[in-house]
């Protein structure tokens, strides 16, 4: 005996938004994992540029040390400055890194709460598929 059309008619409703919502759950997980990889190049991008400034920093300060204390003046003058000026330009850089770190905390609390938003919506999706596979096979 088949069962009447109309009862598994909504059951096939039922699983298609099953699949639609898996569907567009997994697209909110790509879009994730592809801002996070961006967040990492970006990342990775400063922490080569802050390197590559304490190396300059330890340069300037090994030509400072070179300079004889009754050397040039105003060498000893300009390289002070350049290293002044490398300290700061590498502060600001290291204060804007953890701006942008404690911008993304808050994102990610917020990214955590979309997550178990998500997996709630997966547990759904599965209760939503066994009662089907139970239908099914009462059938």
């Known amino acids: 005996m088949n069962p009447p059309i109309l009862d598994f008619a909504s059951f096939m409703l039922t699983y298609k938004e099953n699949l639609k919502n898996l569907a567009d759950s997994i697209k909110d997980v790509e879009s994730q994992v592809d801002d ?27 030509a400072l040390a070179d300079i004889p204390e009754d050397g040039n003046h105003l060498a000893k003058k300009k390289l002070l400055t350049s290293l002044r000026r ?31 938003t998500l997996m709630s919506n997966f547990n759904r999706m599965i209760k939503a598929v066994d009662k089907f596979e139970e239908k099914v096979k009462s059938i």
């Open 86 to 116: 490398k300290i700061f330009e590498s502060q600001f850089l290291l204060i804007d890194e953890i701006k942008k770190s404690m911008l993304k905390a808050a994102e990610a609390m917020t990214d955590a709460g979309n997550g178990i």
């Open 36 to 62: 996070n990889l961006q967040q990492a190049l970006l990342k990775s991008s400063s922490l080569i540029k802050l390197n590559k400034d304490i190396k300059e920093i330890g340069l300037i300060s090994e």
